[in-house]
């Protein structure tokens, strides 16, 4: 294999790393955003009125 073919091959290869990389930290930060930790949406079946006792 040439040269410049193994390097063309190392730039797709960075390239497609690259973008692996964006759609992991995209997914992550989705997954942040819905965790409890994160802002998360209240569970469907909660009642504000009945958490008396708020969970320590």
């Known amino acids: ?3 410049d073919e193994t390097n063309k091959k190392d730039a797709l ?3 497609e790393l690259s973008l692996i990389k964006q759609q992991l930290a995209m997914m992550l930060e ?3 955003a819905y ?3 994160g ?7 909660y009642d504000e009125d009945l958490d008396d006792h708020p969970i320590l």
């Open 35 to 37: 965790s409890s930790t």
């Open 13 to 15: 290869i960075q390239e």
């Open 1 to 3: 294999m040439r040269a």
């Open 30 to 32: 989705k997954q942040a």
């Open 39 to 45: 802002i998360s949406r209240v569970h469907p079946h």
